[in-house]
């Protein structure tokens, strides 16, 4: 998680966690937006666990040098599976 959404008296805002900006306006919120690091928040979220499902996959590929292609494609592709679910 790289942002904090906060209830304010001005109303809800929106913290970004890796500059500390805080933003109260609107879309910014809505959007998951930081104006400062031009960047969207679930996007990051998105690449992290698209990242992490290649790892995973490459790990299962390095850890069981005992596989057989076909097994290892199988559980490559139940990895990316589950990464595409999550990632929904
Ligand atoms: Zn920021």
Redesign the pocket.
Same mark, same amino acid.
């Given at each position: 998680m790289t942002y904090k959404l906060v209830e304010s008296s001005d109303g809800p805002a929106i913290q /970004?966690l !890796? /500059?500390g900006?805080v933003s109260y306006h609107p879309k910014d919120v809505e959007h998951r937006y /930081?104006g !400062? /690091?031009h960047i969207f928040h679930e996007e990051i979220a998105m690449r992290s666990r698209r990242e992490a499902g290649t790892l995973l996959a490459a790990a299962i590929t390095c850890l069981r040098p005992d596989l057989t292609c076909e097994e290892a494609q199988r559980l490559r592709a139940a990895a990316v599976e589950f990464i595409r679910a999550y990632s929904a």
């Amino acid at each position: 998680m790289t942002y904090k959404l906060v209830e304010s008296s001005d109303g809800p805002a929106i913290q /970004c966690l !890796r /500059c500390g900006l805080v933003s109260y306006h609107p879309k910014d919120v809505e959007h998951r937006y /930081c104006g !400062r /690091c031009h960047i969207f928040h679930e996007e990051i979220a998105m690449r992290s666990r698209r990242e992490a499902g290649t790892l995973l996959a490459a790990a299962i590929t390095c850890l069981r040098p005992d596989l057989t292609c076909e097994e290892a494609q199988r559980l490559r592709a139940a990895a990316v599976e589950f990464i595409r679910a999550y990632s929904a």
